[in-house]
């Protein structure tokens, strides 16, 4: 099955700096790439998504991006704000079946010092 | 609209109980996911209802674990004889369904806590 490891664990930024995390995926069928914000108490939230036929995908201040031959992805977050701060899980829809069965990294509990 | 409610938020139980951890999708949703988050982890797949059928139980730890869905709408996670590994926080999600990948909206989750 699909396996997806998630670095870093932990990140601290400073307000108005840039944040990465990467993702690497183990399956190459792998086609659908979303990004989760959880925040304490609420329910997680998709940010962000990306299909495999496209290699970069922008909303505001927060970009994907997908290397199909290294299967990697990541997400950047521009101008941090200390609202950023959460837990991001990144996840790849499982190959081989028709509906959204995702597996998912590990999780990066993102700070964002004012 | 509304979105994805589950309760109760918080669960205490002993160990050897069977809990019921409900999920209410967004109405109209036909693909429900309850997904697992033990402490520090990534969330865990248990299984995927279409409408009221499971096609994919593979996730389900064991069969102390099971879940219905009735009417196409609420569905219900059952686990009996709960264990100290079974804390964790459950989560439930649901989409449009279909054929293609769809964006999934996640409710607030089930903190179950077994002593």
């Known amino acids: 099955g699909e396996n997806v490891e998630q670095h870093p664990s932990t990140l601290s930024v400073q307000e108005g700096d840039s944040a990465v995390i990467k993702c690497t995926y183990s399956?190459?069928?792998?086609?659908?790439f979303p990004w989760y914000k959880q925040e304490l108490g609420k329910g997680s939230q998709l940010i962000i998504d990306?299909?495999?036929?496209?290699g970069e995908k922008k909303d505001q201040r927060i970009a994907v991006t997908l290397n199909k031959t290294a299967k990697h992805f990541s997400l950047h977050i521009t101008e941090t704000q200390p609202e950023d701060s959460a837990v991001y899980f990144c996840?790849?829809?499982?190959?081989?079946?028709?509906?959204?069965?995702?597996?998912f990294g590990q999780g990066t509990i993102l700070t964002v010092h004012p | 609209g509304a979105g994805v409610s589950q309760s109760p938020s918080n669960k205490v139980t002993e160990k050897g109980k069977d809990v019921e951890l409900r999920c209410d999708p967004i109405?109209?949703?036909?693909?429900l996911y309850w997904y697992r988050q033990s402490l520090g982890q990534g969330l865990e797949f248990l299984i995927y209802?279409?409408?009221?059928?499971?096609?994919?139980k593979s996730g389900l730890p064991s069969d102390r674990f099971s879940a219905e869905r009735t009417g196409g709408s609420v569905s219900t996670l059952t686990i009996q004889r709960t264990q100290q590994e079974d804390s964790a926080v459950y989560l439930c999600?649901?989409?449009?369904?279909?054929?293609?990948?769809?964006?999934?909206?996640f409710g607030p989750g089930t903190r179950l806590t077994v002593l």
């Open positions: 209802f279409q409408g009221n059928s499971a096609p994919d």
């Open positions: 996840a790849a829809k499982s190959p081989g079946t028709s509906y959204g069965k995702l597996t």
């Open positions: 999600a649901s989409s449009p369904g279909g054929g293609t990948a769809k964006e999934q909206f």
């Open positions: 990306i299909r495999s036929n496209v």
């Open positions: 399956d190459s069928a792998s086609n659908y």
């Open positions: 109405s109209g949703h036909t693909a």
